[in-house]
């Protein structure tokens, strides 16, 4: 065998929601609806799906790997300079760009429990330590959080709106974390699904990078702007954090379709206006059929609901597998009774409510 780096030895494998093409071959179903990795149910802008196309005439040139265009929108968007952005393959690389540049053996990274599970990942695969706080009434618990930094620790990750709970934690309590802590300590806030955020207490932080050195807030084209498949995620902070992460970026890795895709979608205002107006209508809708069964849902700020089924949990995602309903359960996150359904369309989530009340009657809930 070639030796290989001890860490990866205490990697699991990411398992990630299971596609329609897979549960449509094991069994024999024409009709699967995914409501599991919480994707836009709208698929993507009419606008990025122009520009995609149009890119067919360049694939046989090398993208530009400092990705200007993309940049420089997101940068007036943001109201920030070009310097303040970094373009990665997904979220998912920016992430592992993080743990690249900052995490070695010795050190440690932070979070609570439970969340999404890259973030041990990328810090494990680094040889560093990775320590995480159990959330405070299903939120991340900023004040013990803040309470476990330690010398070693050099990365804190906060999900917000938090996966798979859908729970945030709001402005005041995210600034008085960042205060606690101290400042050579990167605090890195994953707003995968901020842009479905609507509470008057929700805050992107945005206005704050300027007052806070150590922040990184992370973002991603996969979610509300329907581009999953083509790998979109950024970070915005202050040039001296992400000048790092510039480090140890491959030269190409988001390539030009994805480029151009992104750029024509986050000028596309009113398919933006549709997703989240079919994600608040969804959201109620899916709430209005799934309390009356006396289950318990989390509030949410993301397009997603986390629902206690109880102990036949596993069970229920397996059977609704079997019926064509591919959801997400929570046993790999550590909360096997419950599950995560994304806010589909207006049918999907009527034919999710009909499957849960079946299964209600099966005795699976
Ligand atoms: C909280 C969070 N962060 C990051 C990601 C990764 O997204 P992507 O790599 O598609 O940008 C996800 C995907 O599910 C997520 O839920």
Not at 25 to 32: D, K, S, T
Not at 51 to 66: I, N, T, W
Not at 222 to 232: D, F, H, I, P, Q
Request: charged share 20%; hydrophobic share 45%.
């Amino acid at each position: 065998m070639i030796p290989y780096r001890s860490v990866l030895n205490a990697l699991h494998d990411y398992v990630p929601g299971k596609s329609i093409e897979e549960i449509r071959e094991l069994h024999g179903l024409a009709q699967v609806i995914k409501l599991a990795s919480n994707e836009n149910p709208l698929g993507a802008s009419p606008k990025a799906r122009e520009a995609y196309l149009q890119a067919v005439s360049e694939l046989h040139l090398y993208p530009r790997g400092e990705c200007p265009h993309l940049r420089n929108a997101l940068s007036a968007r943001f109201a920030l300079r070009p310097e303040q952005l970094i373009l990665g393959n997904g979220s998912d690389e920016i992430l592992a760009f993080i743990a690249l540049a900052y995490l070695e053996p010795g050190t440690e990274a932070l979070s609570c429990a439970p969340t999404f599970s890259v973030y041990e990942a990328v810090t494990l695969a680094m040889g560093a330590a990775y320590r995480s706080i159990p959330l405070l009434d299903w939120k991340f618990d900023l004040e013990a959080l803040a309470g476990a930094v330690t010398p070693q620790t050099r990365v804190v990750f906060v999900c917000n709106p938090n996966n798979p709970t859908g729970t945030w934690v709001g402005r005041a309590g995210l600034l008085a974390f960042l205060r606690a802590v101290p400042s050579n300590v990167l605090v890195v806030v994953d707003q995968a699904y901020s842009e479905f955020a609507d509470d008057s207490d929700y805050s992107d932080l945005t206005v704050d990078l300027s007052e806070f050195s150590n922040l990184l807030l992370v973002r991603t084209f996969s979610k509300v702007w329907g581009l999953a498949g083509l790998r979109v995620g950024y970070a915005m902070g202050q040039p001296e954090v992400v000048s790092k992460l510039w480090k140890v970026k491959p030269p190409f890795d988001v390539n030009t379709a994805a480029q151009v895709a992104a750029t024509a979608a986050l000028d596309d205002r009113e398919h933006l206006q549709k997703t989240l107006q079919l994600n608040s209508q969804g959201k109620a809708q899916l709430l209005q059929g799934i309390l009356p069964l006396g289950l318990q849902v989390l509030p949410t700020q993301a397009n997603f609901l986390a629902i206690h089924v109880g102990p036949r949990g596993p069970a229920l995602v397996a059977w609704l597998e079997s019926k064509g309903m591919i959801i997400r359960g929570l046993k790999n996150f550590g909360i096997p009774e419950w599950i995560r359904v994304t806010v589909g369309l207006e049918a999907e989530n009527r034919r999710f409510l009909e499957l849960l009340l079946e299964a209600r009657q099966n005795g699976f809930i």
